[in-house]
């Protein structure tokens, strides 16, 4: 057996750590309660006592049918057979003292046999595997001020995409961590090898991640009113494969806070945060980020706020600093008006050109809510200038890890001028984990903006937080002169015939004015925004219908959205739900109309104790007058049944995708049962 050095240290620390307490604890005899401490008297210590043991068997069964066919009439099919038998061994041990080593201990033995049929990949063959799962950890004196957490895990998960082939998920980490139990300063020290590999079943396209880590948090109370704590994490990350990226990186993510409570009932706060990052690989960056937040209480009613912000980024040859102050101010009163301000300035550098940008805001808003006849009246209105000089740019802006949501309508536009599409790079939250565009996003400029769009079948799941990173391009000097009002109004009726019904406005209104010396012309963003919509409360039931017009010197748009949403817990044992979306995007410019219908149905039911089971619809619909359109669906039924120690379960799976450059249909079917012992 071969070990590497993070391994043999790791074991050396561990077997020096158990060693030293088998020795304190054979030589120290802890007194009763009024007796004294004797010393050299010999406990009594157990090599191994099994506390509790679990044992239990499974058999799973899984049929998979996929079907394609494209759009010059060429089908293809794949089937997959998978049988597993599992053996899974759980309990919790100890050796010498539950204080001195416990253990918590999970090991599966699986055997599986798999018959594929690929037609779209050419493969017709039979395996046989056996494979180990196992969760194994031992804590180390884990009542004292530094309990030691040695583990080490593998598992294997089948990934079961939609509309794409499945994935093997196969994992193992290694690790170790170590709590500090102190009242002035505890933290947590860790350190883990992680390696995951991804092969699809049909395709065999793969993808692996291999991962060390060492992190440390903490935090300290040092004085009164003091608060500090620190996270710092070190990972060095290798990705390879056709499912990602390949990518080979190390990473710093270093994170301090400091906060001071002052004044009369520590009302007033002083709050530091300093973050260094640096990444190495193919998107290398360097950040330094730094925030001052000074907050005074005056009064109940009045507060006031100072902070600056120091950002420094350094990609590739591109040195960018950012420098910004506000300061703000909220004053209530009585209970119905709340009014806020805030002015401030920054200053861009970006060392590639020499550009320089320097910006001056002001903002004023007004929220006002008065209970009126039959119901609440909410309304808001605000004001707010921006004046803007900027150098020409001969380089780029980066923006770095902007978080995005792909909500029920599956886009995230970016409303930026100049964007470089290619420079678009999209990671999971983690920033582990690139996508690919065109196998799980596809991108799509449109005027000033551009419009992301995730793929069916992709590794970008619906309703998914992601992290997009991209690049701003080149422009001339020029001076911009930003204005713009805004206002919303809505009236909530709590009661009369019209209880549960929402009107409500919204409008924006913004003004532009850019001068350069160049001969080049810059566009401006003029716009007038409407939105007049209605949101009905009706028991169960939630209803909305909304219209928007955007009528914009740069790409305007209308948008009409209907969305209705249902929840009924019938009893305890029964729920009903139902979502339906539908809107309709217009723009004027592109001549593009693009509609997205999605309807999903959720039942869940308890039969009784022993029967569960749960029906779920989806119906997803795509299309523009460029002649691109697609319909998805997908009916699920899963059942499970559970007597005593006995579990039997059932999924029935039923996919289609029909488009105007292939059509697919998948059906899943699965079976299993578990016995405990």
């Given amino acids: 057996m071969i070990y590497n050095r993070s391994e043999f240290v790791l074991s050396q620390v561990c077997i020096i750590t158990i060693l030293g307490s088998l020795v304190c604890a054979s030589s120290i005899t802890f007194a009763q309660d009024g007796e004294p401490i004797v010393i050299g008297e010999h406990n009594k210590l157990k090599f191994f006592e099994l506390e509790s043991f679990r044992a239990s068997l499974e058999a799973y069964w899984r049929y998979r049918n996929d079907e394609s066919t494209d759009s010059n009439g060429v089908s293809t099919t794949d ?29 599966s033995i699986r055997l599986s046999q798999e018959e594929i049929d690929s037609e779209s990949q ?46 093997d998920s196969n994992t193992t980490e290694h690790g170790a961590r170590l709590t500090l139990r102190s009242e002035l300063m505890p933290s947590e020290i860790q350190y883990f090898h992680r390696e995951q590999d991804q092969t699809g079943r049909f395709s065999g396209v793969d993808s692996q991640i291999t991962q060390d880590t060492f992190s440390w948090q903490g935090r300290v109370k040092p004085f009164n009113g003091h608060r500090m704590w620190w996270d710092y994490t070190f990972s060095s990350v290798g990705e390879s494969g056709q499912l990602i ?20 009932d520590s009302k007033n706060s002083i709050r530091s945060s300093l973050r260094i990052y640096k990444e190495t690989g193919k998107f290398p960056i360097e950040r330094i980020r730094l925030n001052e937040t000074l907050l005074l ?26 420098n910004r102050g506000v300061a703000s101010f909220r004053h209530d009163l009585f209970e119905s008006l709340t009014t806020t301000g805030e002015i401030g300035a920054s200053q861009l550098q970006i060392s590639d050109g020499n550009f ?63 964007i470089i599409p290619g420079s678009i790079v999209i990671t999971n939250t983690a920033g582990i984990i690139i996508y690919i565009e065109g196998s799980d996003y596809t991108v799509l400029p449109l005027g000033e903006s551009i419009e992301i ?28 002169d930003t204005t713009g009002i805004g206002m919303t109004i809505r009236y ?73 949403r249902y929840f009924n817990r019938i009893n305890n044992r029964n729920s009903v739900s139902m979502n339906a979306y539908f809107q309709e995007l217009t723009r004027d410019d592109e001549d593009l109309q693009t509609t997205i219908t999605n309807i999903t149905a959720r039942w869940n039911s308890q ?71």
């Fill in 492 to 564: 909530t009726f709590d009661e009369g015939p019209l209880k549960g019904v929402s009107p409500y406005l919204r409008y924006r209104d913004q003004s532009q004015d850019r001068v350069s010396p160049s001969m080049i012309q810059l566009p401006v963003t003029d716009f007038q925004d409407l939105v007049i919509g209605v949101d009905y409360n009706l028991g169960h039931f939630t209803l909305t219908g909304e219209h928007q017009i955007h009528d914009s010197t740069i790409s305007p748009f209308s948008r009409t959205r209907f969305e209705g």
């Fill in 607 to 677: 039969a009784s104790n022993r029967l569960r089971s749960s029906v779920i619809g989806i119906y997803r619909r795509e299309e523009d007058n460029t002649g691109t359109s697609s319909d998805a669906y997908e009916v699920a039924v899963d059942l499970t049944w559970r007597h005593r120690q006995t579990t039997v379960y059932c999924t029935i799976r039923n996919s289609i995708i029909n488009s105007n450059t292939r059509d697919s249909t998948l059906q899943t079917f699965v079976f299993g049962a578990r016995r405990e012992f």
């Fill in 453 to 480: 769009r995730r793929v069916l079948g992709g590794n970008i799941v619906d309703g998914q937080t992601v992290l997009i990173t991209y690049e701003i391009g080149p422009e001339p000097e020029s001076t911009t």
């Fill in 245 to 264: 990226v390949p990518n080979s990186f190390d990473r710093h993510d270093a994170f301090f806070n400091h906060t001071y409570d002052f004044g009369p």
């Fill in 122 to 167: 050419g493969r017709s063959d039979r395996t046989a595997e056996i494979f180990n799962e196992y969760d194994v950890s031992a804590v180390i004196l884990q009542r004292s001020s530094s309990p030691l957490t040695v583990y080490s895990r593998r598992s294997q998960v089948l990934l079961d995409r939609q509309f794409a082939d499945s994935l």
């Fill in 297 to 322: 209480n005056h009064s109940a009613d009045f507060e006031t706020k100072y902070i600056y912000l120091f950002d420094k980024q350094i990609r590739r040859t591109t040195d960018q600093t950012l």
């Fill in 79 to 107: 089937t997959e057979t998978f049988f597993r038998e599992t053996l899974l061994l759980e309990g919790e041990a100890y050796l010498g003292d539950p204080n001195l080593v416990k253990l918590n201990l999970n090991l």
């Fill in 356 to 418: 320089e940008s320097i910006q001056y805001f002001a903002n004023l808003a007004f929220q006002y809510r008065k209970t009126v006849p039959l119901g609440v009246l909410d309304a808001t209105a605000d004001i707010n200038y921006n004046t803007t000089d900027d150098s020409e740019r001969g380089a780029s802006i980066f923006i770095t890890d902007e978080s995005h949501t792909f909500g029920v309508s599956g886009l995230i536009i970016l409303n930026r001028r100049n």
